[in-house]
């Protein structure tokens, strides 16, 4: 039925099957972790196609999910390269494939008072694959929740008290401002360039280090992008300690 042609048809960017769960075993230095792993997967289908063989894209997920058990892969931008070159193979009428795979992902973090603790995080990795082309376009993710202290109230009580106490010309440098706190999830994903691996842990302490540049991390819950946050404006807390990964 797939394969009939079908009258006034058209292209689909997109079909497959979404929200697939699978434990993917990756390698890291000296060990190996599993990772609990949500897939997506996608291909064209042409106008005179008149539906996808879905299931060869679990085979194809599957396939290489099992060798990965035996054979951990490097990276999830490794295991979405695969499956995308696989469900080509698979669909010899599509021209297009797209794969995301995202996996809940724990590092140790060291809070400012000295204890430490499992912090979450997500990864993502998404590639893209077309016929005729040697090379697959490859992208890496991480997802960090932290909160934030609203920067759009802080300039809200600033204005106000500026005009209202016109002898000041500006805010005193390092003075505190009422806001409130705000749960902030920041999701960053980057293109990797050909023959070249992003290292997902820098992406978290590059967002890390976005936050507050006092104490550092999501955990001290009340950052200001690039600044900041409430607690450490006021002397609450210490500086920075060192992130341990």
């Known amino acids: 039925m797939q394969g009939e042609k079908v009258a006034n048809s058209f292209r689909l ?8 769960v699978k434990p993917v075993q990756v390698r890291r230095p000296n060990r190996a972790v599993t990772l609990t792993t949500t897939l997506d997967v996608f291909v064209d289908l042409p106008p005179n196609q008149k539906g996808s063989h879905l299931s060869r894209n679990l085979e194809a997920i599957n396939e290489v999910v099992d060798r990965s058990v ?3 892969v490097a990276s999830l931008e490794e ?3 695969t499956i995308a070159r696989s469900l080509l193979k698979r669909h010899d009428y599509a021209t297009t494939s797209e794969v995301w ?3 809940a992902y724990f590092l140790e973090r060291t809070s400012p008072w000295g204890r430490t603790s499992l912090e979450p995080y997500r990864l993502v990795a998404r590639a893209n694959a077309r016929r005729g082309e040697r090379e697959v ?3 890496i993710g991480v997802e960090v929740i932290g909160m ?3 920067p759009c109230a802080m300039e809200t009580v600033r204005d106000d ?4 106490h016109p002898e000041m010309t500006k805010w005193p440098e390092g003075f505190p401002i009422i806001t409130h706190n705000q749960r902030n999830r920041t999701t960053v994903i980057l293109q990797e360039p050909s023959n070249h691996e992003v290292e997902a842990d820098e992406l978290i302490d590059i967002v ?3 936050l507050c540049r006092n104490c550092g991390r999501p955990a001290c819950d009340e950052h200001l992008a690039g600044s900041v946050c409430v607690e450490c404006r006021v002397g609450r807390r210490g500086s920075r300690p060192g992130v341990q990964a």
């Open 13 to 20: 960017n997109k079909v497959g099957v979404t929200g697939v």
């Open 70 to 72: 035996r054979d951990p």
């Open 79 to 81: 295991l979405t390269d």
């Open 101 to 103: 795979a995202s996996a």
């Open 137 to 139: 376009e490859r992208s």
């Open 148 to 150: 934030t202290a609203c």
């Open 161 to 164: 008290i500026l005009k209202e």
């Open 208 to 210: 890390e280090d976005s």
